[in-house]
């Protein structure tokens, strides 16, 4: 079964600082899908950002970018000149590309992510 | 366009009672999911249906039954409700399974079991 390992519990960065959130998961699959959701105050699940295994170029999205390391099974989220609105959960996601579970995801534990002003 | 809603947002149960808990999406996804989430253990599956007429068990299924009612809608029941139950419950939708196809999310539903 595949696990999503997230050692950070918390992390605290300065707005318009860089942090990063760590993330390594098991896998003895070729062929699969991750993700890093944010989690508000809200409770909102919101997409942050997604690579697919088979793509070696790293994803970025505006202020966000992941360093994916297939071989390392590591796949760390970089978020670029920090705003407060940034202050959330992070969760870090595996998603089989098989049927499994019907494409579930498989969730780490979350990193806190608090922003200074 | 409301994506994915969830009833109640809030509900506190005394052990032993019985509550569902109301999913609907209605951007047509054949795929529907109930997770819960605890401190730190993030979200784990509970039910799933792939699509309408079908569902399965998750990683976490016990306590719980689901129904399927509609393509729209996917209810998660507890019939007897316990302490360890205590969770915030989220249903996230899919187009299809298949790949590509990224999960939506309600806003969550926290219960309490006293």
């Known amino acids: 079964a595949q696990t999503v390992t997230q050692s950070q519990p918390e992390m605290s960065v300065q707005e318009a600082e860089t942090v990063t959130l760590s993330c390594t998961y098991d896998t003895s699959e070729s062929d699969y899908y991750l993700f890093w959701y944010k989690q508000p105050p809200s409770r909102q699940m919101i997409l942050v950002i997604r690579q697919e295994a088979y793509k070696q170029q790293n994803a970025t999205e505006n202020r966000f970018s992941v360093n994916f390391q297939k071989a390392a099974k590591s796949f760390s989220l970089k978020i670029s000149d920090s705003q407060l609105g940034d202050a959330a959960m992070y969760f870090c996601a595996y998603r089989s590309a098989g049927r499994e579970y019907g494409n579930k995801l498989v969730f780490g534990a979350g990193t806190i992510l608090r922003v200074k002003s | 366009n409301a994506g994915v809603t969830q009833t109640p947002k809030f509900q506190v149960l005394k052990t032993g009672q019985s509550m569902t808990l109301q999913c609907a999406q209605d951007?047509?996804?054949?795929?529907m999911y109930w997770y819960r989430q605890d401190p730190g253990m993030g979200l784990r599956l509970i039910y799933y249906s792939a699509s309408e007429g079908t569902t399965d068990k998750g990683e976490v299924p016990n306590g719980y039954n689901v129904s399927r009612l509609n393509k729209r809608e996917f209810s998660l029941r507890l019939e007897s409700a316990a302490p360890s139950q205590t969770s915030v419950y989220f249903c996230?939708?899919?187009?299809?399974?298949?790949?590509?196809?990224?999960?939506?999310f309600g806003p969550g539903t926290r219960l309490t079991v006293t």
């Open positions: 996230a939708s899919r187009y299809q399974t298949g790949p590509s196809y990224e999960q939506y």
């Open positions: 951007m047509n996804h054949n795929s």
